[in-house]
């Protein structure tokens, strides 16, 4: 079965600074990778994906994901947090079968002045 | 387009009462329909999946169930709720196979009081 842990549970960035969320996935075969936000009392948004091929992704928003087999890893960028972005991020790993993904317990972000 | 709609938004239910929260997609057909619950801390859970009419899969024993009484209508469903039932549930859908992306609606709020 496939599981997702970000091991972050809250980070807090200053406006304007660069941002990375944590995420490592375990799954026996290629994973289909997922980045979700939430904002505050929402559902969930799709940032971006990853299936096959280049193995940096971009998303929306001005956001990145790197794709690293090696290390098991798919970790969210962003050059420059704006204000805006404060939210909770979501992981998400899904099957070749695609019928499911499974969730990590997600990251919150908030973004200093 | 595709668009995802689910209600009631937001609901306060005694315990010992009854649920039903429903959920339709429009501009599609054949979805792959899902519930979640989110509570804090703890990500998202799938509680149940469908992948046709009157196919139901659940996730978690717990005190709901599902039903898809139409190919773009997915209700959870309780006839007696507990106050382990409050929560934030998110319906999604998603067209399966290979590579699944799910999309998800606004969410609806349950305390049960």
């Known amino acids: 079965a496939q599981s997702v842990t970000q091991p972050d549970i809250h980070i807090t960035v200053s406006e304007g600074a660069s941002l990375e969320l944590r995420c490592n996935y375990s799954?026996?075969?290629?994973?289909?990778l997922f980045w979700y936000v939430q904002s505050p009392g929402q559902g969930l948004q799709l940032l971006l994906k990853?299936?096959?091929?280049?193995?940096l992704v971009q998303g929306i928003k001005g956001f990145e994901a790197e794709f690293k087999r090696s290390q098991s890893s798919f970790n969210l960028r962003k050059p420059s947090v704006h204000w805006s972005d404060a939210a909770e991020y979501f992981c998400?790993?899904?099957?070749?079968?695609?019928?499911?993904?499974?969730f990590g317990t997600g990251t919150r972000l908030a973004v200093r002045p | 387009s595709q668009t995802i709609h689910q209600w009631p938004a937001t609901l306060v239910q005694p315990v010992g009462s009854p649920l039903s929260l429903e959920c339709t997609v429009e501009?599609?057909?054949?979805?792959?329909l899902y519930w979640y619950r989110q509570a804090a801390g703890r990500g998202l859970q799938l509680l149940f999946y469908?992948?046709?009419?009157?196919?139901i899969s659940s996730e978690v024993p717990q005190n709901l169930s599902a039903s898809r009484p139409q190919d773009r209508q997915f209700i959870l469903s309780s006839k007696k709720l507990l106050l382990s039932d409050s929560g934030f549930y998110l319906c999604?859908?998603?067209?399966?196979?290979?590579?699944?992306?799910?999309?998800f609606g606004e969410g609806s709020w349950l305390t049960v009081v």
């Open positions: 999604a859908w998603g067209m399966g196979g290979t590579g699944n992306t799910i999309y």
């Open positions: 799954y026996g075969a290629t994973p289909y």
């Open positions: 990853y299936f096959s091929g280049d193995t």
């Open positions: 998400a790993v899904g099957a070749s079968s695609g019928d499911k993904l499974t």
């Open positions: 501009g599609t057909s054949n979805p792959n």
């Open positions: 469908s992948v046709g009419i009157g196919q």
